[in-house]
C-alpha cells in the first residue's frame, strides 16, 4: 500500500527556519517525483514545487522559487521542505504527494505550519 | 486569482446528477491532461481522475471527466451525503512550467 506519512505540525516564530518531512512506503521511492502543495487557510491548493527523487532535480512554482527549497533523502525514502526564515504569510496546510507524469496520485495528510509572535 | 477557473459552488440533491467545470487555457487544459481531486480539508486529498477521463482503481463509476478545448469538467451521478467536499481541477501549465489547480468548488447535497 502506498504511504506518505508527514511529520507533524509545528508552531514557529516569524524569522525562524522549519523543514517538514514527508516519508513514503509500498513503492519504489526513487522511481517517481514528490510534489508538495500548500493551502492556506480557507484558501484553495497551490502547487509549490516537485522533486525528482531519481536524481534530486527540483522544480519550483515561480509563486515559490526563492521562498521555499525542496529536498530529500532518498537512503531514508523521504522529501523535505524547508524555510530559512518564516514569515506570518507561511501559515497553512501543506501537503505533501507522489507525482506521476503531471497529476498527484497519493497525498499525504498534511502539515499544519503556523507562524506567529 | 487562480490559473484555472471554477466555480465557487455547486448545490444539487441527493440522487441527482451535478457537473463541475474547470476553465483554463492554451498553455495548461489546452496541451496537457487534467486531473480531479476530492478534499475534504484537513484531510489528504484524494485523486479522482485522471488523464482527463480516467478513474483510478476504487473510483465508482459515478465520477466521470471530460475535456474539451480549453476546458474541463467533472460529473458526479447518484449525488450521496457522503460526497460533500471541495473538488479541485488540475493540470501542468507549460508557459509557468508548474502544476496549477484550480480554485476549487464546495459540493453541497442539499
Known amino acids: 500500500e502506498v504511504q506518505l506519512v508527514q511529520s507533524g505540525a509545528e508552531v514557529k516564530k516569524p524569522g525562524e527556519s522549519l523543514r517538514i518531512s514527508c516519508k513514503g512506503s509500498?513503492?519504489?521511492?526513487?522511481?517517481?517525483?514528490i510534489s508538495w502543495v500548500r493551502q492556506m487557510p480557507g484558501k484553495g491548493l497551490e502547487w509549490m514545487g516537485k522533486?525528482?527523487?531519481?536524481?534530486?532535480?527540483?522544480n519550483y512554482s515561480p509563486s515559490f522559487q526563492g521562498h521555499v527549497t525542496i529536498s530529500a533523502d532518498t537512503s531514508i525514502s523521504t522529501a523535505y521542505l524547508q524555510w530559512s526564515s518564516l514569515k506570518a504569510s507561511d501559515t497553512a496546510m501543506y501537503y505533501c504527494a507522489r507525482h506521476k507524469d503531471i497529476f498527484e496520485d497519493y497525498w499525504g495528510q498534511g502539515t499544519l505550519v503556523t507562524v506567529s509572535s | 486569482q487562480s490559473v484555472l477557473t471554477q466555480p465557487p459552488s455547486v448545490s444539487a440533491a441527493p440522487g441527482q446528477k451535478v457537473t463541475i467545470s474547470c476553465s483554463g487555457s492554451?498553455?495548461?487544459?489546452?496541451?496537457?491532461?487534467v486531473s480531479w481531486y476530492h478534499h475534504l480539508p484537513g484531510t489528504a486529498p484524494k485523486l479522482l481522475i485522471y488523464?482527463?477521463?480516467k478513474r483510478p482503481s476504487g473510483i465508482p463509476d459515478r465520477f466521470s471527466g471530460s475535456k474539451s478545448g480549453t476546458s474541463a469538467t467533472l460529473g458526479i451521478t447518484g449525488l450521496q451525503t457522503g460526497d460533500e467536499a471541495d473538488y479541485y481541477c488540475?493540470?501542468?501549465?507549460?508557459?509557468?512550467?508548474?502544476?496549477?489547480f484550480g480554485g476549487g468548488t464546495k459540493l453541497t447535497v442539499l
Open positions: 488540475g493540470t501542468w501549465d507549460s508557459s509557468l512550467s508548474a502544476g496549477v
Open positions: 522533486i525528482d527523487l531519481s536524481d534530486s532535480y527540483t
Open positions: 488523464e482527463n477521463n
Open positions: 509500498g513503492y519504489s521511492f526513487t522511481k517517481y517525483w
Open positions: 492554451s498553455s495548461n487544459i489546452g496541451n496537457n491532461f
